[in-house]
Structure formats: C-alpha cells, structure tokens
T-cell receptor
Framework: DSGVTQTPKHLITATGQRVTLRCSPR?????VYWYQQSLDQGLQFLIQ???????AKGNILERFSAQQFPDLHSELNLSSLELGDSALYFC??????????????FGEGSWLTVV | GIQVEQSPPDLILQEGANSTLRCNFS?????LQWFHQNPWGQLINLFY???GTKQNGRLSATTVATERYSLLYISSSQTTDSGVYFC?????????FGAGTRLTVKP
C-alpha cells in the first residue's frame, strides 16, 4: 500500500459524459500528479499540483481539468468523454515539487471505460 | 523532451533465473525511478536511483548518470516478479516513462 488513495477504482460511462476522479495523497505529501495509461500511448504525465497550485503541465487535453484543494486532495475532471479516453488513470504524490530528491508514489489507479 | 528506451521489451524466464533490464535516456536527469506494474495494474515503486547503486532483497539497481543509463537486476526470479517494469526519468518537472519490459517468470 503506497498510501495514495484513488476513487473510484472502476468506472463505466457513456460518450459525451463527464466524470470526476478523486485522489488523496500520502500523509505529508504536498505534490499530486496525474497520469494516464492507455494501450497505445503508454504512461503519460498529465499535470502536477503542489500545495494547491499548478506546478507542471504535460499532455493534458483541454477537455480535462484538475485541481488540488486546501486539504491537498485532488480531483481530475474529464468531460465530453470519447472512446479513446478509456484508460487507467493514476494519481501519484511526493513530498516536494522538484525533480531532485522526490520519490513519487502511485495510487492503485482508476479504470475508466467509455462506451 | 527526454527519450527513454527500455530493453528488452519482453523477457521470459524460468523461476530461479537472473535477469538484467536496461533503461537508456537521452539527456541528463535529476530523478530516476524504477517501477513494477503487477498484473492487477498496480504501480509499485522499486527504487529512486538518479545515480549510484542500491539493493533491496533480490533486486538491485545501478544508474550511471554520466553515460545515461540505468540497470535493474533481478536475481533468483519468482513467479510473483512477473509484470511490466518501467523506468521513469524526470527533468524540469517533466517525467517520462519508458515503454517498459514485460517480464514473465514461469514456474
């Protein structure tokens, strides 16, 4: 158990719908990261928040948005869903925001299926 | 961005065998981690190793930052070692994963 908690574990929804994925970081971690893992694209970094502020942005679509709340939990909102958005979405956390000295721990992921 | 290449892409071993997985990266990095993704999809952190050598039980890892590669050694492999092993590097807050090495350990 990494200490990073993600809900829901599984989600099936229809095209065009909107879903919200939730993440609670490890106790004491201020950084939260979101990743998408799909069969054709592999593991891709979406976005990072540190202590409530956006820190880095990767290949996140405009239909997707995220935020980190004062209690440090984070939500990833996916809207106007398409079949190609079906993937395993991971949340990860680390103590700091920088590259160096920060081990990143992953949650168990949220399996999203768009039908 | 940084390119990360892992080899081999697939590896099949008999239980008890040893193996070496390689990760090459195209630029200097501040952070390198090895992960194991088990058959249930969980990504488990194995090592944080931007340089040097670390060991944890039957697993060890070495990163030679100046030559831009890292190696993961698995000794006396067990069926529970099966899964995909990812190398991930990080520079300027951009974390890139390799395509992974899929390891199958047969009893």
């Amino acid at each position: 158990d990494s200490g990073v908690t993600q809900t829901p574990k599984h989600l099936i929804t229809a095209t065009g719908q909107r879903v919200t994925l939730r993440c609670s970081p490890r106790s004491g971690d201020l950084s939260v990261y979101w990743y998408q893992q799909s069969l054709d694209q592999g593991l891709q970094f979406l976005i990072q928040y540190y202590n409530g502020e956006e820190r880095a942005k990767g290949n996140i679509l405009e239909r997707f948005s995220a935020q980190q709340f004062p209690d440090l939990h984070s939500e990833l909102n996916l809207s106007s869903l398409e079949l190609g958005d079906s993937a395993l979405y991971f949340c990860a956390s680390s103590v700091g925001w920088s590259d160096s000295g920060n081990t990143i721990y992953f949650g168990e992921g949220s399996w999203l299926t768009v039908v | 961005g940084i390119q990360v290449e892992q080899s081999p892409p697939d590896l099949i071993l008999q239980e008890g065998a040893n193996s070496t997985l390689r990760c090459n990266f195209s630029d200097s990095v501040n952070n390198l981690q090895w992960f194991h993704q088990n058959p249930w999809g969980q990504l488990i952190n194995l090592f944080y190793i931007p340089s040097g050598t670390k060991q944890n039980g039957r697993l060890s890892a070495t990163t030679v930052a100046t030559e831009r590669y890292s190696l993961l050694y698995i000794s006396s492999s067990q069926t529970t070692d099966s899964g995909v092993y990812f190398c991930a590097v990080r520079n300027n807050n951009d974390m890139r994963f390799g395509a992974g090495t899929r390891l199958t350990v047969k009893p």
